[in-house]
């Protein structure tokens, strides 16, 4: 698909890290230099990172929607697994949605994060094409959303936080997911969670794709690593409907306002998680240790809220998403007064004859 | 019969068939839109012989895409139908640009073309003499997509249902969440869904009908949570639209994939109720349920 232009070219630099990928070059070079030739040039090395880490700061501060989705999707960038690693003390997977199989997509299981013991819900992408087959490439089956839900019922019961890990490029298109009900687990899903009486916590570590990233995220907090994405529809899906060309991708990503500063600013997200200089996949691990403080310090907020209050506020958090994005304004105004002026067209009009009793 | 006399060799001869004067096919000169081609069974119909038949085909039963306001017509009892927020609008919460235009812009073209303010209209009404709250949704209007202001309604029609303790009535027929409202447009999925859930906590009724089509954020989302979910004849219900699975796996898809009868099969849908009996059912349903 599309997806093979977003590729990093040479050896995992994106297309907008040219100079930094030449400054590397260079230590690279004069390291070897030294080696064989005996010269000190730590100076110059120095020197050079020095210029380097500047570079990338510069080129990180200013991404555009695209270059974000672009490292959003970084094949380095660290993923479920680096996080259960680093993250999380003594972690059990708990398979299975007693329905119907084991989705790999989707990953749940208990362990201590920060010391709290919690249920890990994530979704795993896989780093080799081996893995990546297994995983679906992320793309969760109905059973995934399903035994999400069941482990969190469990999670519930015995008052366990949820922290879920969202990265994904959607719900899987494909028959048997259409056939086992694709939209009716991730609609369950959503209202189930709005009134899980545990707190939840929500983290976007790269891909939001659309209600399969939804479809785990109905929490207490929702909040994004700076460099992911969080969207309704892909860039490249959005460009073919609505520019009607699937390369308009980086004009539909900037429209469609999916970066964490963006949706930040319009309310749409409770926090950013500040990655490292460079983005997550120059160091997995201060961006892990970055998600873990964000997790101890707001577990340590919601625990202290009764849950009556909690599960009251979540849903108030919710009901009033888009609220004020509507209005009874001049476009309301204005049409009203048009339609005043001009005939109402025929559909309009009301026929007795088909009106039934 | 068969012992009819040798007159009636005659009689059963048909007259053979000669060119009266008149063309079978409609003429050039025939004023625009009076005939429909059905999509069914591909017969030219007269257009007000359909909609006398509810906007079915007589022939072959194909159910034809209707707007919000011969769906509410075809739905309720004469003269029921309150609206509520009706000139409620989207605000444009992205300042959503494209191709050299706006959504802006298309909101007001889709509000001309349609006669609708949004995709969704929500009221009090009665059908058969039994009070519901009603949502109907708009196909000609960004075709029926789910914004902030579809959201927004559905919200308010499951309040003013817990509030008045009435049964909810929603017809969905949407292509998804609202690409111009971006995340906004996702939330609406969980806000929609998070109130059906309060309002199944409080026993309510909701009754879900699924028309052609119904796909994408509307069926992950409020569509497929109904106490009851009927669907009208080979109605499309989807969540990923069968042009995007057959681009994904590149397969081709088999017959009746993603028809209201596929989903009954695969056990996502109770009922399938042509139009003409959906006041009925429905009415049924409320006895049933409500005392």
């Known amino acids: 698909m599309a997806r093979e232009n ?352 | 019969m068969a012992m009819m006399g040798p007159s009636s060799t005659t009689m059963t001869k048909k007259p053979k068939a000669t060119w009266n004067g008149f063309s079978l096919k409609p003429r050039k000169e025939m004023p625009e839109g009076l005939w429909v081609r059905c999509p069914g069974c591909e017969h030219m119909l007269y257009k007000s012989a359909v909609q006398k038949n509810l906007d079915v085909c007589p022939s072959c039963n194909h159910h034809f895409r209707i707007g919000a306001t011969a769906r509410i017509r075809y739905l309720v009892d004469e003269d029921t139908f309150q609206p509520i927020l009706e000139n409620m609008t989207s605000a444009d919460p992205l300042d959503f640009q494209f191709r050299g235009t706006t959504y802006k812009d298309r909101i007001r073209a889709d509000q001309e073309k349609s006669g609708a303010a949004e995709a969704m209209q929500i009221g009090k009404a009665f059908i058969k003499g039994r009070g519901v709250v009603l949502g109907v949704m708009e196909p000609d209007f960004l075709m029926g997509s789910m914004g902030a202001v579809v959201g927004e309604k559905f919200c308010v029609a499951v309040e003013k249902a817990i509030e008045e303790s009435l049964p909810l009535v929603a017809v969905s027929c949407s292509g998804g969440a609202r690409m111009h409202e971006g995340v906004v447009s996702l939330g609406q999925m969980a806000k929609t869904s998070a109130a059906l859930a309060r309002f199944n906590e409080r026993k309510g009724l909701f009754i879900s009908v699924l028309a052609d089509p119904t796909t994408g954020g509307v069926t992950a989302s409020f569509a497929m949570l109904g106490d009851v979910i009927l669907a009208e004849p080979r109605a499309l219900i989807a969540f990923a639209g069968p042009r995007t699975i057959a681009e994904t796996i590149k397969i081709e898809l088999p017959e009746g994939f993603q028809t209201a009868e596929f989903l009954m099969e695969h056990g996502f849908v109770d009922m399938i109720v042509d139009r003409k009996d959906l006041r009925s059912e429905i009415a049924r349903l409320i006895d049933y349920t409500q005392k």
């Open chain 1, 6 to 357: 977003n590729r990093p070219t040479n050896g995992g630099y994106l297309d907008f890290e040219q100079k930094v990928a030449d400054f590397e070059r260079q230590v690279e070079e004069l390291r070897k230099l030294s080696a064989k030739k005996g010269i000190d040039y730590s100076v110059e090395i120095r020197r050079i990172e020095k210029d380097r880490i500047i570079e990338l700061k510069r080129v990180y501060s200013n991404l555009t929607a695209w270059q974000t989705v672009q490292v959003a999707r970084h094949p380095q960038r660290p993923l479920l697994r680096d996080y259960l690693n680093l993250m999380v003390k003594d972690f059990r997977e708990l398979h299975g949605d007693r329905l119907f199989g084991d989705d790999r997509a989707i990953i749940t299981g208990i362990g201590q994060i920060a010391r709290n013991k919690v249920l890990i819900v994530g979704q795993d992408k896989g780093k080799t094409t081996k893995e990546k087959i297994v995983c679906n490439f992320g793309c969760p089956n109905p059973e995934g959303y399903r035994k999400a839900l069941a482990k969190m019922r469990f999670a519930e019961k015995y008052g366990l936080p949820v922290v879920t890990l969202i990265d994904t490029p959607g719900a899987y298109p494909g028959v048997g997911a259409e056939e086992r009900g694709q939209a009716q687990a991730i609609a369950v899903n959503l209202s189930e969670m709005s009134r899980l009486r545990v707190p939840v916590i929500s983290i976007c570590i790269g891909e939001g794709g659309s209600g399969g990233a939804l479809g785990i995220a109905v929490g207490d907090r929702l909040a994004m690593l700076e460099f992911s994405y969080y969207s309704v529809i892909s860039p490249e899906g959005c460009a073919a409907i609505l520019w009607r060309d699937g390369s308009r991708a980086p004009d539909a990503a900037e429209a469609l306002k999916l970066t964490s500063r963006d949706l930040y600013r319009l309310g749409l997200v409770d926090a950013i998680i500040p990655e490292p200089v460079g983005g997550a996949h120059r160091n997995v691990h201060d961006t892990v240790y970055n998600v873990e403080t964000y997790v101890a310090k707001t577990l340590a907020q919601l625990q202290h809220v009764p849950i009556d209050e909690l599960v009251e506020s979540r849903y108030q958090k919710w009901r009033s998403l888009g609220s004020k994005a509507t209005l009874q304004g001049p476009l309301a105004v204005e049409r009203a007064s048009r339609i005043a002026t001009t005939s109402r067209p025929a559909a309009a009009k009301r026929d007795t004859s088909t009106a039934r009793v």
